[in-house]
């Protein structure tokens, strides 16, 4: 289940993130989503999904 809530921020930070967005085929809210997934997983806060094993993987 996702949560909804508002958040405020500057008109330029939002023309930023909304170029930024567009520039990787996301929505704002889809960019924002992705960019505090990566963060949590980079501070060690959450757990990377695990990937499947490669053919390379396998070969060892």
């Known amino acids: 289940?996702?949560?909804s809530f508002v958040i405020r921020i500057?008109?330029?930070t939002y023309k930023?993130?909304?170029?930024w967005a567009q520039d990787e085929f996301r929505s704002v809210n889809g960019q924002m989503e992705y960019l505090?997934?990566?963060a949590l997983q980079k501070s060690?806060?959450?757990k990377s999904?695990?990937?499947s094993?490669?053919?390379e993987d396998k070969k060892e």
């Open 1 to 3: 289940m996702k949560k």
């Open 10 to 12: 500057d008109d330029e």
């Open 16 to 19: 930023l993130l909304e170029k």
């Open 36 to 38: 505090i997934h990566a």
């Open 44 to 46: 060690g806060r959450m």
């Open 49 to 51: 999904k695990k990937k």
């Open 53 to 55: 094993p490669t053919i």
